[in-house]
């Protein structure tokens, strides 16, 4: 088998898989691909935003004179584009070991691909959870925008300059004394961040505080959904609102999101592109790589909420 066949058959068989597993093993990832949405370019994401209702605009009768005021209602978020890329291949030497047999070459491509998705998982879960960014290029994360305050950190915006810029609409979005889970106090987030049927559909947090809450479930415990279970989460709802666990969520946040208002954008172009295999000048191998460049990007941070302090 020649090498450029090894390349041909990642490609034919396990590059699909290699992208998929990056989402589908993951709780978290899993449910952001449902809604992804793709971006053809700029300096930066924009997106547009509604802070405020009409200047003018009440009920009138016949010839009664009508205000014509025009005033600010939307402004503008704007997103850094954030880059990941994760690298596969092999070497000459393991291709050489392996070339006399199919299942061999087989076996090798699934190991490779198998390897590079876990990893470009968890760089990009990592960036999704961390409380204070390892690298400045590391994508915004959910610590971002459902904590900060006064900064603009996220969206390039000041919760101080636009108040319906907070999380809850209001320091209060985000609970940082609870530290004995309760579902009233969950509740007073989910109240905080919901508006009638514009309210928070997706709960997140660790595997340690997901026991808790399930305790407290446990009298009228339930298990939600086919599709959740098709992929294998345990998920518990709640409100009508799913509760998953993500191992690499290890504080002591709980996070409530409405994904309507939250979602990944990925460039239209760079959204797991497959960069084919090279040799590399100073090296026997073959090497190849899969970009992703986007990032974690919202329209109405009001409609989030944390708690951010619950040990027990």
């Known amino acids: ?16 898989d290699l992208v998929d597993n990056i989402f589908k093993t993951n709780a978290l990832l899993s449910k952001l691909k449902e809604g992804i949405r793709e971006y053809d370019g700029g300096n930066s994401i924009v997106v547009p935003l ?161 026991g808790f809450i399930y305790n407290l479930l446990t009298p009228n415990q339930q298990f939600v959904n086919t599709t959740d279970l098709k992929t294998g989460f345990t998920t518990l709802t709640w409100n009508g609102v799913p509760i998953i666990t993500d191992k690499v969520s290890t504080g002591e946040y709980i996070y409530f999101l409405n994904t309507k208002h939250i979602w990944l954008a990925a460039h239209e172009e760079e959204n797991m592109r497959y960069e084919k295999p090279k040799q590399p000048a100073n090296q026997a191998a073959s090497i190849g790589q899969v970009f992703w460049m986007g990032n974690i990007v919202g329209d109405s941070r009001r409609r989030l909420g944390a708690m951010t302090n619950v040990d027990s």
Do not use: C
Request: aromatic content about 10%; cysteine-free; charged content about 15%.
């Open 1 to 16: 088998m020649a090498a450029d066949q090894v390349t041909t058959l990642t490609e034919k068989y396990y590059l699909k």
């Open 50 to 210: 509604e802070y405020a209702v009409a200047a003018s605009g009440s009920s009138f009768t016949g010839l009664g004179l009508l205000d014509t005021a025009i005033g600010d209602i939307a402004t503008q978020a704007q997103f850094e584009w954030r880059q990941y890329y994760v690298t596969l291949g092999w070497s000459r030497l393991d291709y050489l070991k392996n070339r006399s047999s199919k299942a061999r070459i087989v076996d090798l491509v699934e190991a490779v691909t198998n390897n590079a998705s876990k990893t470009m998982q968890e760089n990009l879960t990592t960036g999704l959870f961390q409380a204070t960014k390892a690298k400045g290029t590391d994508i915004d994360g959910l610590a971002v925008a459902a904590l900060a305050v006064n900064t603009t950190a996220y969206g390039g915006l000041s919760s101080t300059d636009f108040t319906s810029w907070q999380p809850g609409g209001a320091a209060a979005g985000r609970d940082t004394s609870t530290t004995t889970v309760s579902l009233s106090a969950m509740n007073v987030i989910y109240r905080l961040a919901s508006d009638g049927n514009d309210h928070v559909n997706l709960i997140v947090t660790s595997d340690t505080i997901f």
